[in-house]
């Protein structure tokens, strides 16, 4: 083993949680060390999750906007899809973004370690280098940015034609009936890049509707486009049982009222669920402590139960999100760096970047019903938007949840073309302490979508100009 590395900070993993940590340290002034096994820093989201995903959804929506022009008075004819030159795009999109993370790693000279780190003690980890050997690192502080795997369910077969999103990113095969189980973030994105390549998509989802916890509101627009999509979404279901047979794979499904019933695929997408990468870290020896779920304890600081180790993003607990990680990585090196800071965000986006994409932050109407909070909600349909009729775009809703005494907006929710982007305004809106009001007060541009949002906050408050409903 080469001589020990002696450090103020040692980031492991290179993530959405890890690398802008490790960038904030740098900038602050600190010495820091960052391990992990890609060549550059990105991890799953830039190399396996969010960044591929999003440009195989773009080609999806160019697909698909080619097909409908006809309705506009514009004839594409049927798009022709190159898969070398897509997959080829994607990875290059990847590797431009995984790229300047490397150069940005450099420029201010953060040691970057390539490898798998253990932790040895409470002070001290030992890399398993991806050159082979080994490196011990002695730390002052550390940050577990570790990330998560997809949940893998035990009854499946281990067959090449049952796929997680890595192998679904990959884009290898075109199967011609695909079954997607999970009718969560990541089965709804994929399938419907899958379905718009021209596969034959089957959603199976266990709970009674696709995204669930996400409000109905949001989904009903997102939901009557998948029935359109995909061949079959059977709701309430589970699958009992996976057998390879032959070239195809037979699936025995169970619903909620007991029926059972056999259907053959060619391939399966398991998308039920992440799981926090918490295991084979040697984290007992370090002092960490996990949760029954297998995420780290931690408090408001993120620090875990060993007093010189922080964690953040998905091994640190729900939600799994990137944005999530990279503010919790800010926090634990303000808190390493001697400042008094807590993690404390009021809202948190979530965003599925479906078509329609849907996107929440605060309070789901439900949430604050069951929280016990007197609410008033403001629903505004996009049928009633200039905007969007401009777009061709109707099939949206923006929603404002607000408490009923003092205006305050509790929670944002939007369906529709670009509510990615939109609920930006909501997230500012919580974190400020905005009212309703405030929201309908501010002047929104026209025409533009984010006018949505004001009118839905009109609604909170009474009517709205472009809905009238009789009181
Ligand atoms: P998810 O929790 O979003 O959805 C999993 C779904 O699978 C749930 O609806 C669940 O009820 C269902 N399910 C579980 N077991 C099942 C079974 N045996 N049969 C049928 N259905 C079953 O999880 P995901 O889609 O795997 O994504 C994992 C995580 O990754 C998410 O929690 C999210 O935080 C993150 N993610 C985020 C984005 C984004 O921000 N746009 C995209 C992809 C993933």
New binding site residues.
Partial sequence: MADSIKTPLLVVGAGPGGYPAAFHAADLGMEVVLVDRDPNPGGVCLYR??IP??ALLHAAQVIHEARTAEKLGITFGEPEIDFDKLRAWKDSVVEKLTSGLGGLTKQRKIRYVRGTARFAGPDRAIVALTDGGEQEIVFENAILATG?E??R?PFLPDSSRVMD?TGALALDHLPKRLLV?????????LGQVYATLGCTVTV????PS????ADPDLVKPLAKVCTTQFHKILLD???TAVTEKGDQLTVAFRDTAGKTFEEAFDRVL?????RPVSKGLGLEQAGVQLTAQGFAQIDEARRTTSERIYAVG?IAG??????KATHEGRCAVEAIHGKKHIYDPRAIP????TDPEIAWCGLTEDEARRGGRRIRVGLFPWQASGRAATLDRPDGVSKIVADAETGLVLGVGVAGYGA?ELIGEGVVAIEMGATAEDLALSIHAHPSLSETIMEAAERVMGQSTHYFQRM
């Fill in positions: 999750g969010c995903s999003k998560s997809p949940t369910l999103s189980m999970g009718g969560g973030y990541i089965g709804l994105e199976v989802e266990m709970k696709l995204l669930p916890g279901t589970s699958v398991v998308a039920v669920g992440r998905d729900q939600p799994m999100l990137a944005h979530a965003v599925v970047f990615g």
